[in-house]
């Protein structure tokens, strides 16, 4: 056993009595409680010590990895497994009876919570609100019609709702997965109101969150929340309330990003979300970017596509690019026409030069006189055509800009 586990030691029931059996009181932290007082610390139930603190059945904290077996208090020995497990599907089938809303927020699971093929229905409300699963959570071939809340859970190993179907909405805001998140469906209409992952953190960096084959009849709300594997939505069907914004998809590199990306931005464009869908596309030719086996002027040329309009997405970029590089250039002919004593002259026929490149692109190759202002002197002709050419790569770039420009607003604007 590693040093860092703690053991959860069971207090003798003996103990408990003999003082009077309520002197210990569970140590968590419940906001449900009674003055932040974990709830269930009156019951005459099995208490475990763990280090120095002293905690009920319910809160025996993640890292006491090996609870003993307890006698309850009608002397039976039951395992801590076998026990809570007693307890929760007690009390839950006690409230399905009696029609009553179910409040399990803020209780550590231990182990593996099962609720298969389970059907709840409208009680007024489920709240899981804050709990720990430290072990797998099954809730699969359930029907649920009440509203569900798992609100800041934290689920330590895999989450499967595979084929659950959610009548009222549900709410996974803030929560964090750290093993398989499995919310597939069977190609039918699975949950048919809201369905919220505000915030919500996918942690696992080898299994692929699964929504495959699920009919999402209610919006979806994906806002703020994290993805550090590329989601499958493989034969998904999303609804048009359907909501990324600020969703941050860490790998964009791998194959899986690329499926990814390719089938919500089909699934936006059959939604008619030009915005989203624009946002998929940008982060497909992203992948493309980074993806090795690409030819170089390939990603070369995605490079400057992204850097220029940030894949079409951003009109602002091509305007700030544009200015840039018209100081960059001015500064350039500055530097071959100039002496080292710039008069006001000089500055004002440089820029007409530099604005020239912008406004009216290649006229330095067809009358010849643009440079008349720099004639006067003698100049080298070899210095001339110089000028010339890095004035047409000037105009180029410009022109190149423009259309970046053209493209973002047309992508931003265009309906149908
Ligand atoms: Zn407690």
Redesign the pocket.
Known sequence: MPDDVTVAVEIPWQDIQSRGGRHFR?Q?N?PAGEHGN????GLDQALFRVGDDV?????IPENARHPPYIRANNSNQYNVKDYQTFLITAYIGNRVQENKSIDISYIIFNYEFLLDSYTVGSIGCIIFDGSIFSNNAYIRLSNFDTEISFENCVFLKDSIFSETTFRDSVNFDNCKFHGLVDFSGHGDRICTQRMSFRGTKSLSRDKEPRFVDQWFGGRVDFTDSVFHCPPDFHGARLHPGTQFKRTDFRDVKSHAAAACFRMLKMEMARLGDREQQSKFFSLELENRRQDSSEPWWLRFGLLVYKLSCNYGRSFARPIVSTVIIFVFFTIIYMAMLTGTRLTADDFANVLNLSLTQVFQPFVIYRTGDVLEAFTSESRPALLLTALRFIAAIHSVLTLGLFATFIVAIRRRFHMG
């Open positions: 569970c968590f419940d974990c709830r269930f610390s905690f009920c059945l319910f809160h």
